[in-house]
Antibody
Framework: QVQLVESGGGLVKPGGSLRLSCAASGFTFSDYYMSWIRQAPGKGLEWVSHITSSNYINYADSVKGRFSISRDSAKNSLYLQMNSLRAEDTAVYYCARTGSYYDSNAWGQGTLVTVS | QSALTQPASVSGSPGQSITISCTGT?????????VSWYQQYPGKAPRLMIY???NRPSGVSNRFSGSKSGITASLTISGLQAEDEADYYC??????????FGGGTKLTVL
């Protein structure tokens, strides 16, 4: 079955960096778009970034220039490099398999990033 | 990109139908049929319930349906059940090739 497992979250100071990883299994990773979506404590969902199967990339304005998404199809893995972190980046970060209609049809359990 | 507008809360009794609205702009909901709806229980990851405005993924109950008119999309849940009590989010693709979510709606089953 489809499985997405995020890792790399933790506590980091403002201005610091963190790299999130998402290990995918149970589907042909290279065929799918992939997304990072975050949720601040007690708040709603916020789209962060996506990367298409052709490596076309987009970012939310709130993270543009600070975050970088990438994928490694040989390792069936998705990454999010987060630099210049701010308190407002504190959230649970979800990795999601995304369809061509930009529907996120499978989600990981999330990894918590705390910037303080 | 501003968030899509959803009511903060809706409620209904078991067996009733409820509708959650999701209002965007001509830059997102009004232009694309790439509207999705998600269900989220506290402390859990979201689950896709509707994609491309009105399509249900395999395994989602046919009590859930979606529609769109102009810049407003809607999620209707018929035959409300206690297990439907959750947060619901809409999302849409946008003309700037990004994705925007709604603020979320808390559904209470009375």
């Amino acid at each position: 079955q489809v499985q997405l497992v995020e890792s790399g979250g933790g506590l980091v100071k403002p201005g610091g960096s963190l790299r999130l990883s998402c290990a995918a299994s149970g589907f042909t990773f290279s065929d799918y778009y992939m997304s990072w979506i975050r949720q601040a404590p007690g708040k709603g969902l916020e789209w962060v970034s996506h990367i298409t199967s052709s490596n076309y990339i987009n970012y939310a304005d709130s993270v543009k220039g600070r975050f970088s998404i990438s994928r490694d199809s040989a390792k069936n893995s998705l990454y999010l490099q987060m630099n210049s972190l701010r308190a407002e980046d504190t959230a649970v970060y979800y990795c999601a398999r995304t369809g061509s209609y930009y529907d996120s049809n499978a989600w990981g359990q999330g990894t918590l990033v705390t910037v303080s | 990109q501003s968030a899509l507008t959803q009511p903060a809360s809706v409620s209904g009794s078991p067996g009733q139908s409820i509708t959650i609205s999701c209002t965007g702009t001509s830059s997102d909901v009004g232009t694309f049929n790439y509207v999705s709806w998600y269900q989220q229980y506290p402390g859990k990851a979201p689950r896709l319930m509707i994609y491309e405005v009105s399509n249900r993924p395999s395994g989602v109950s046919n009590r859930f349906s979606g529609s769109k008119s102009g810049i407003t999309a809607s999620l209707t849940i018929s035959g409300l059940q206690a297990e439907d009590e959750a947060d619901y989010y809409c999302s849409s693709y946008t003309t700037t090739t990004t994705v925007v979510f709604g603020g979320g709606t808390k559904l209470t089953v009375l």
